[in-house]
């Protein structure tokens, strides 16, 4: 249909208008209305809601009857389903900064969210694209993917930041500040993307994970506490997993082949029949046959004998909370498990290699694929085990449908966030979801803005984002975003190690470790601009100074922000370097050829070019275990370095820009399903602890009003 | 304000007003429409949706201008809000019944749901009252008991069943089917009041627990799996509290009183405070202190130390997966425990007391009250040690604050269902929330019915019905509903062990155990009627036979019901039993005083009143235990037996109605925030475990249809 038959515009918020006739027939109320009349101000007046769209044709060309009402109604639908690059008209929310600035959960709880519907609307999502969890937090369904699939796509902005201290330097809350000015200040569409907390160090150490500030993701309780139950999702999945390896190991060891064979395809209603994971498993196994009952001694045995050897177990359980206790365990011990006791662990929930395929994944027929890949142990002649071996590929996904979904809540301003997906930055590659990107930059249109955030240092989260999250999504970085503190600076400058609310002033020479994180960006061809946050303690001088070095290091711009302490409009000159960043052509390349280079070669590529330096030494067992996985066929994955974020070399107290260290492979792992091989250097901790006075003593809930205290 | 000068009706589904005043300002969308005529016809036509409430007041009156539109509006506003007892126009969902009849994940698929907010209207919930979760659940906060409070309750009906067989009588059927007839047929309102099923058996042997045939609720999926996630709630809570017990061992031992004390109390910006929870620990030691320095050294070992007893922990870690490698493990075995290695076990989630005390409580103030009262461990001079003394009260009703609030859904006729905790029956009480009781009694009305069920046998799971979780929420039941299945009573007539789909027939003088279930429902003073869950193989002399022995035993009535292979008209007869039933006074009593009666002598009476032993045995373990909790203070806890389902004494294969045993009680337990003590009589498995072919190799997602498959 011609699309010149009509116009489209949006209702302002200023506009009454009557509506010639209203589609309800499976559209969503007030989705489109349709004027039969150019003039709108000639139609007798009745309510029609700010910010819908209306489609306004010629009234000759209605009463003309040269086509249906219902038919250009309907044609008229599919093609603004179709069309998304129009700048939003987004009722953003005003900010009034306090000074000094309030707890983060009072900034949160001053602000009134708009419900989440309406949000969804104001971005073009459609009434069936969003599945509503409470009054602020809905799941977008992945269908606005194929919806959208002509639309270009929006800017990519990447924030990273320089090798931190141990109190991060604000990379959540640059992410939302930029879209907050973006958005609410330069009325740019544009959309955070942040990754989920793990609700263990929300009541240990670290309180919430919302941005700061005048610069956070609202409710910031509901961000912080079970938000739509994607983690526990991960974690009913990674358990059962769990449960189906040693239990499998158990019945294999106290069953005859044919007794296995009969509980594992039982005679139903005088039937046997192979289940279809079964009938994949038989595939693979290359028995040609469907009828139970012809298969031989041998194949039975085969079939039904996983013949894990139990030593070579590599999925742990785990469980959302800070349990130290749980770091090396006896499992087993009932006497109903017959001795077959051995040593396991729990992990943290976000350490589950199923979180990080959620966050890598791109559909749901991928992340199905994904999970059955996913390698749990080695048989006992080398081979992998994998979860499709153990039938529990189905239930895996199951139990994830809901979890893939990107879960949509807004900024103190008002403006878009998907949170979504945080894999464990310590041993996955620590980045927010693919899908929840991808959707972003349709929805913010080929003018829009996606700004995502990457774990820990650049050397390590920014690294991973591109050989790793970018090679499995396709998508192409425009901008870095690179967060910078005094505070931090100085500590690599050779200041005191830095405690909360105490440090020294030294020379800015710790600037080199900037300097060299720009030029870590620079090896995959991205313009960076650096954000310097700042604190109210930092001079003039001083933020004059790293500007200019940043600049002198060959970054496109760098500027101070101060979203922190007034909201989006501290950030605007951020958002505007940005912009202008962004629109010069992207040059991104990777740092290694994945198919062609050895995993050994892999990693000393990034041990050098990234992290600077001399070589790498492995250990014998990081060299066998890379021997077999080269033999098992995963020589091609890329690799997710499991690294200290304190340092750019394995020692968290090397500042700066540590020269001439040989970088320490401890041991190498896999995590098929998610894609990667990790070499560990030294040793990771999977699972937090609580210390002695855990911030739960001041999280409280009061019954009264429901609001939380003490989330800060 | 007087109701006279108005009336108010329901816009019939015909009809098409105008309305001249439409309130919006804090109102809901057409929650109202005011009419300022007498003849609703008189007005000119608009939309107008059908369902609205319609207040309607004379012309006269209104130009009169004795009362201001708005004021009027804002009162009938009040008054509506208030009045709740119509009989619900409830948009019924028809059904269609195929022979054979399919299986239930096809069934509930066949079926599409109302959008939840569509039902929530129906029953009289305000927009405000509803939180949604997706398209087909929702959650209902407890605001709703505030405005309702003057609203007399409905009708309260209990599902209980005979001694069952392994496979279960299909109480969940029975109480779906029964609302089916209710609400869809005979046009009563009803509410069905439901568990929340455990994810792990889910995976392991039984599959789904959303009723079956055609009497289910929709989506079944939805309701097996996640739900709003209230059990990953629990999880989280229950794992939170045991983290912090084994830390806190850990942390005292290897710490000094002075070390423990400056980490409990920091000094913040040059200030030490205590907080809330530590302030009320001091009040309970009887230190009248606020300022942290003027501790004495003994206040401040009293303060800091809880000098926990590991070997008197009965503070369990849980998951909701079926995982029988948990079910006995040493914990605390990596270096960084330095040797505080103890041996400990995991439940099943919904064995969590937490489950226990989402279930009794009655409010957001009263769940905090008991979290912080649960009972982990003794110290060691023998005094109960509580979460609130671990400082985590606070933090464990924050995480519990949405799992509070019962979740809406619908049966496959479209009528409402709460689907609200799951205590697990085997060592709790296994009766779905006060809360969603309460809710639903007030949303029917006084004409009204809400069908709520008990788990196991009425031995126990009626038992426990009436004298824990009717003392706890105060509601009195006006019918016991009684399920029984000619299977079963074959079984306790001497028939074989029954397996799936075969059994024999044997004359039915199992009927002693129907009738022993009858004697204890009247023991309570409660009417029952019968309820035959009739199956295909079943004889019309069996059928008749078996209504004719329950009624000389004293039922008030006994049906046969058909609602599995037809839905909610298979089971009009005994709505209408129920209902006449009902119309009587109910005589209801507790079977003993709480206060008065010692814990062997509450034990005693349950077990010869209820179970028909001659006597009971404590074991000197049990003994000790008893003695230990009265001296404690915890005598006058309500008890509730953890027994076998499988019959009426403790020996599971002894069927029918065993005379003359002596019941042995191995141990005690307590539950104290719950509120209740629990011998055990004989051992009870807290862990399920997985089977050699679990169900989840049926279980598997269409990726295209995103549909669940093999869940039945």
């Known amino acids: 249909m011609n699309q010149a038959w009509w116009s489209t515009f949006i209702a302002p918020a200023t506009w009454r208008l009557r509506w010639e006739d209203r589609l309800s027939p499976g559209l969503h109320e007030a989705d489109i209305v349709v004027l039969g009349s150019r003039k709108p101000e000639e139609i007798p007046l009745t309510w029609i809601q700010p910010g819908t769209t209306v489609l306004n044709c010629s009234h000759d060309f209605l009463s003309g009857k040269c086509l249906h009402i219902g038919n250009m109604v309907s044609s008229g639908r599919r093609w603004l389903r179709e069309q998304q690059h129009?700048?939003?008209?987004?009722?953003?929310?005003?900010?009034?900064?306090?000074?000094?600035?309030?707890?983060?959960?009072?900034?949160?709880?001053?602000?009134?969210?708009?419900?989440?519907?309406?949000?969804?609307?104001?971005?073009?999502?459609?009434?069936?694209?969003?599945?509503?969890?409470?009054?602020?937090?809905?799941?977008?369904?992945?269908?606005?993917?194929?919806?959208?699939?002509?639309?270009?796509?929006?800017?990519?902005v990447l924030v990273a930041g320089i090798t931190p201290t141990p109190l991060g330097e604000g990379k959540s809350t640059v992410t939302i500040g930029l879209v907050q000015a973006l958005t609410a200040h330069l009325n740019v569409n544009s959309f955070a993307c942040l990754r989920q907390p793990s609700q263990g160090p929300t009541f240990g150490v670290k309180g919430g994970a919302a941005g700061g500030g005048y610069a956070q993701v609202i409710p910031m309780e509901e961000f912080n506490?079970?938000?739509?139950?994607?983690?526990?999702?991960?974690?009913?999945?990674?358990?059962?997993?769990?449960?189906?390896?040693?239990?499998?190991?158990?019945?294999?060891?106290?069953?005859?082949?044919?007794?296995?064979?009969?509980?594992?395809?039982?005679?139903?209603?005088?039937?046997?029949?192979?289940?279809e994971i079964q009938l994949a498993r038989l595939k693979k196994l290359g028995i040609?046959?469907?009828?139970?009952?012809?298969?031989?001694?041998?194949?039975?045995?085969?079939?039904?004998?996983?013949?894990?050897?139990?030593?070579?177990?590599?999925?742990?359980?785990?469980?959302?909370?800070?349990?130290?206790?749980?770091?090396?365990?006896?499992i087993g011990q009932g006497n109903t498990e017959k001795g077959y006791f051995r040593q396991a662990q729990f992990d943290i929930a976000v350490a589950s290699e199923i979180m990080a395929v959620l966050a890598l994944t791109d559909s749901l027929a991928d992340m199905k694929a994904r999970?059955?890949?996913?390698?749990?142990?080695?048989?006992?002649?080398?081979?992998?085990?994998?979860?499709?071996?153990l039938g529990v590929t189905g239930a895996l996904t199951v139990l994830m449908k809901d979890a893939i979904k990107p879960n949509l809540m807004q900024t103190l301003e008002g403006t878009p966030v998907f949170v979504h997906a945080g894999p464990f930055a310590n041993i996955?590659?620590?980045?927010?979801?693919?899908?929840?990107?991808?959707?972003?930059?349709?929805?913010?249109?080929?003018?829009?803005?996606?700004?995502?955030?990457?774990?820990?240092?650049?050397?390590?989260?920014?690294?991973?984002?591109?050989?790793?999250?970018?090679?499995?999504?396709?998508?192409?970085?425009?901008?870095?975003?690179?967060?910078?503190?005094?505070?931090?600076l100085k500590m690599h400058g050779g200041g005191p190690s830095v405690s909360k609310l105490h440090y020294v002033k030294t020379e800015l020479n710790g600037c080199c470790n900037l300097q060299k994180q720009i030029q870590i960006a620079q090896l995959f061809g991205v313009p960076v601009v650096v954000a310097l946050n700042v604190f109210k303690t930092d001079t003039r001088a001083e933020i004059d100074l790293v500007c200019e070095l940043a600049k002198r290091a060959g970054a496109f711009d760098a500027v101070p922000c101060y979203h922190w302490s007034v909201g989006g409009k501290g950030s605007v000159?951020?958002?505007?370097?940005?912009?202008?960043?962004?629109?010069?052509?992207?040059?991104?390349?990777?740092?290694?050829?994945?198919?062609?280079?050895?995993?050994?070669?892999?990693?000393?590529?990034?041990?050098?070019?990234?992290?600077?330096?001399?070589?790498?030494?492995?250990?014998?067992?990081?060299?066998?275990?890379?021997?077999?996985?080269?033999?098992?066929?995963?020589?091609?994955?890329?690799?997710?370095?499991?690294?200290?974020?304190?340092?750019?070399?394995?020692?968290?107290?090397?500042?700066?820009?540590?020269?001439?260290?040989?970088?320490?492979?401890?041991?190498?792992?896999?995590?098929?399903?998610?894609?990667?091989?990790?070499?560990?250097?030294?040793?990771?901790?999977?699972?937090?602890?609580?210390?002695?006075?855990?911030?739960?003593y001041d999280i409280d809930l009061d019954t009264e009003t429901e609001q939380v205290k003490g989330l800060f």
Request: glycine fraction near 6%.
């Open 371 to 389: 999970l059955g890949r996913m390698v749990v142990a080695s048989d006992k002649s080398g081979q992998p085990v994998t979860a499709e071996d």
């Open 86 to 156: 129009r700048r939003w008209r987004l009722h953003c929310l005003k900010l009034q900064p306090l000074s000094p600035v309030p707890s983060d959960i009072e900034i949160s709880r001053g602000q009134t969210p708009k419900a989440v519907d309406v949000l969804a609307k104001e971005i073009g999502l459609l009434a069936d694209e969003i599945e509503i969890y409470g009054k602020s937090k809905a799941k977008v369904r992945l269908s606005v993917l194929e919806r959208l699939k002509n639309q270009a796509d929006g800017k990519y």
């Open 225 to 275: 506490l079970h938000l739509t139950g994607d983690i526990h999702a991960i974690t009913a999945a990674n358990n059962l997993l769990a449960a189906a390896i040693d239990t499998r190991i158990l019945h294999e060891n106290t069953q005859t082949d044919k007794a296995l064979y009969n509980r594992l395809v039982p005679l139903v209603n005088g039937v046997r029949e192979f289940s």
């Open 573 to 696: 000159d951020l958002a505007r370097a940005v912009r202008e960043a962004a629109s010069k052509r992207s040059q991104f390349q990777f740092l290694y050829d994945v198919q062609v280079r050895s995993i050994v070669d892999k990693i000393r590529t990034i041990a050098q070019a990234v992290y600077g330096a001399k070589d790498i030494e492995l250990s014998p067992e990081a060299q066998a275990k890379i021997d077999r996985y080269t033999k098992q066929g995963f020589g091609n994955l890329p690799i997710c370095m499991a690294k200290t974020h304190l340092s750019l070399s394995h020692e968290p107290d090397k500042k700066g820009v540590p020269r001439d260290f040989i970088l320490p492979i401890s041991d190498v792992r896999a995590s098929i399903g998610a894609g990667f091989i990790y070499p560990l250097v030294g040793t990771m901790s999977t699972m937090p602890g609580l210390p002695t006075r855990p911030c739960f």
């Open 288 to 330: 040609n046959k469907t009828d139970p009952s012809t298969l031989t001694e041998e194949e039975v045995s085969k079939f039904a004998r996983l013949d894990i050897n139990p030593s070579t177990i590599t999925w742990q359980r785990v469980l959302d909370t800070n349990d130290r206790f749980l770091r090396k365990i006896t």
């Open 428 to 488: 996955a590659h620590g980045n927010s979801s693919v899908l929840a990107d991808k959707i972003a930059l349709k929805l913010v249109g080929e003018e829009g803005f996606v700004v995502t955030e990457a774990g820990f240092g650049a050397d390590i989260g920014m690294e991973k984002f591109f050989n790793i999250k970018c090679r499995a999504s396709g998508l192409v970085p425009n901008v870095v975003v690179l967060v910078a503190t005094v505070r931090a």
